[in-house]
């Protein structure tokens, strides 16, 4: 992807600000591919590389969708805050530049951090691995539940608005009429729950496949609110690659499983029955966004495809599943038979 000049112009700038790097004449600037809200850059020079990432006020997506900037800070917040925990479960957070919100974080090479999403697309399916990102998201989330410090400093409500429950769930109110108050309910419900520190995007897209286990990349989304919401979002994302690659389908549903048994050895903070109700009406709320939402998942293009995904989660926020792995199995009959 080529980088716009005006942003290249701005990126060392912020560079400059932050005292990384070589002299200009001496970067070189690649554009990564992936992101639909940031500029993504590897800068090369003298120094080790690193990756530059910039805030959009509009996403890339055919819809219309505006996004505070100042969402890049509540990222390296949270960037700082998991790397006290663990520090190799993030990148580095090297810079910090608010003047154009811009950060620098420690580039970590695809040869040995593998992108999870590229790994399922390609057939390589490890339960171990998703086991491994369940148990890192429950410890998280563990870590920083009923956290009153935290709930001030994340007190993002407003941009996970904007960013997740807006795009999402408002938007799908309006295409589908009949489920509005269903999903309004949601969304209220989303907006006020404030219980640990929640990442926003857990996608096999934001997760690398480490020598150390897995690494969560692009937090934007973070606030202190419901982490029923971070498993729901990863979970929703196997269920859709299970018919994106059907023929892996069995592993998908393992990881799935795996997954959530990990992340629920760390659930402290309510009841299991509890928590598990509001992962499975979430998970349904979201596989319905990723048709019809602002941000439909690019892999399911096929009509019939689409309306089975439709269809399902239709189903089942009318009449909600009583955990995920209730839901899942459901799934596994309806909407991704065996072929």
């Known amino acids: 992807m080529d980088l716009p000049d005006e942003q290249r112009a701005a990126l060392d700038e912020a560079l400059d600000r932050m005292g990384l790097s070589a002299p200009r004449q001496r970067r070189q600037m690649t554009a990564?591919?992936?992101?639909?809200?940031?500029?993504?850059?590897?800068?090369?020079?003298?120094?080790?590389?690193?990756?530059?990432?910039?805030?959009?006020?509009?996403?890339?997506?055919?819809?219309?969708?505006?996004?505070?900037?100042?969402?890049?800070?509540?990222?390296?917040?949270?960037?700082?805050l998991v790397s006290a925990i663990e520090s190799h479960w993030v990148p580095r957070v090297l810079g910090q530049d608010r003047v154009s919100q811009s950060f620098a974080m420690q580039y970590l090479p695809e040869v040995d951090h593998p992108v999870w999403k590229r790994q399922l697309r390609d057939g390589h399916v490890d339960p171990l691995t998703a086991a491994a990102v369940g148990d890192?998201?429950?410890?998280?989330?563990?870590?920083?539940?009923?956290?009153?410090?935290?709930?001030?400093?994340?007190?993002?409500?407003?941009?996970?608005?904007?960013?997740?429950?807006?795009?999402?769930?408002?938007e799908c109110s309006t295409r589908h009429p009949s489920l509005a108050p269903v999903l309004m309910a949601l969304v209220e419900r989303t907006h006020r729950m404030s219980l640990a520190l929640v990442h926003g995007d857990v996608s096999p897209k934001n997760i690398l496949v480490g020598p150390n286990g897995p690494v969560f990349l692009d937090a934007e989304c973070a606030v202190y609110g419901d982490p029923a919401f971070d498993l729901a979002f990863c979970l929703n994302h196997l269920l859709l690659k299970s018919v994106w690659r059907p023929q892996h389908r069995d592993e998908l549903f393992r990881s799935f499983t795996r997954l959530t048994e990990a992340y629920v050895q760390h659930l402290s903070w309510e009841?299991?029955?509890?928590?598990?109700?509001?992962?499975?009406?979430?998970?349904?709320?979201?596989?319905?966004?990723?048709?019809?939402?602002?941000?439909p998942v690019e892999y399911i293009t096929d009509s019939q495809e689409q309306d089975r995904v439709r269809g399902f989660a239709t189903s089942h926020l009318a009449a909600p599943s009583a955990s995920p792995l209730d839901l899942l199995f459901d799934w596994s009959k309806d909407a991704c038979p065996m072929s």
Request: charged letters at 25%; hydrophobic letters at 50%.
């Open 136 to 170: 890192r998201l429950g410890r998280i989330h563990a870590a920083t539940s009923n956290r009153a410090d935290l709930a001030q400093q994340f007190a993002n409500q407003d941009q996970f608005y904007a960013l997740r429950l807006e795009p999402y769930f408002v």
């Open 271 to 295: 009841p299991l029955e509890q928590f598990y109700g509001r992962v499975a009406e979430l998970l349904a709320a979201l596989l319905l966004a990723r048709v019809d939402g602002k941000s």
């Open 32 to 80: 990564l591919v992936g992101g639909v809200s940031s500029w993504i850059v590897r800068v090369e020079s003298d120094e080790p590389a690193l990756c530059l990432k910039r805030a959009l006020p509009q996403l890339r997506v055919s819809a219309v969708w505006y996004a505070p900037v100042e969402r890049n800070e509540a990222e390296v917040a949270w960037l700082r």
